[in-house]
């Protein structure tokens, strides 16, 4: 069984959180930061192709799917130095390619935001099923 992309939600200035829902035939990919603000703090999700351009991904078979926890180089200046990535394989055309989605949040230390990543998608006809939420 192939997951294959049927959709893509993008949220922005939502009440609760930013974020990507990545629909497929036989599931979704849940990837979101949450977007209230409580100081000075900036946090940001962005795809490795912007907002426009992710929904090209549409039509394409998820091939394998990850997530890791990194750490920033020292050019912020800042408390926080860990961000998110999620790694996306997919194969469009017979071409594999890879979309990354980076979450982070820039901050003193007290003002987190939670961050909940979660799919549910079969990938080389085994179901794939992982879900964390972390504070940035």
Same mark, same amino acid.
Request: aromatic share 14%; net charge positive.
């Given at each position: ?6 959709? =893509?939600?993008? +949220?922005?200035?939502n009440?609760? +959180? ?13 990837? $979101?930061?949450?977007?209230?603000? *409580? ?6 999700? @962005? #795809? ?9 991904? =549409?039509? #394409? ?6 997530y890791?926890?990194?750490? @920033?180089?020292? +050019? ?7 961000? =998110? $990535? ?5 194969? &469009? ?5 890879? &979309?990354?989605?980076y ?6 230390? @007290? ?9 549910? =998608?079969y ?9 964390i939420?972390?504070n *940035?």
């Amino acid at each position: 069984m192939k997951s294959i992309v049927q959709s =893509i939600d993008i +949220f922005r200035n939502n009440t609760k +959180f930013d974020g990507y829902t990545i629909r497929t035939n036989n599931g979704s990919i849940n990837i $979101k930061i949450g977007s209230d603000k *409580l100081c000075c703090e900036e946090w940001y999700i @962005f #795809a490795s192709k912007n907002d426009d351009k992710i929904t090209n991904i =549409i039509g #394409a078979e998820i091939i394998d799917i990850s997530y890791k926890k990194y750490q @920033f180089n020292n +050019f912020l200046d800042t408390d926080s130095k860990y961000g =998110i $990535k999620v790694n996306i394989k997919y194969k &469009l055309n017979n071409m594999k390619k890879k &979309l990354y989605i980076y979450m982070y949040n820039i901050h003193n230390g @007290f003002y987190s935001h939670e961050c909940i990543i979660n799919w549910n =998608i079969y990938i080389n006809n085994k179901l794939n099923s992982f879900s964390i939420i972390e504070n *940035l």
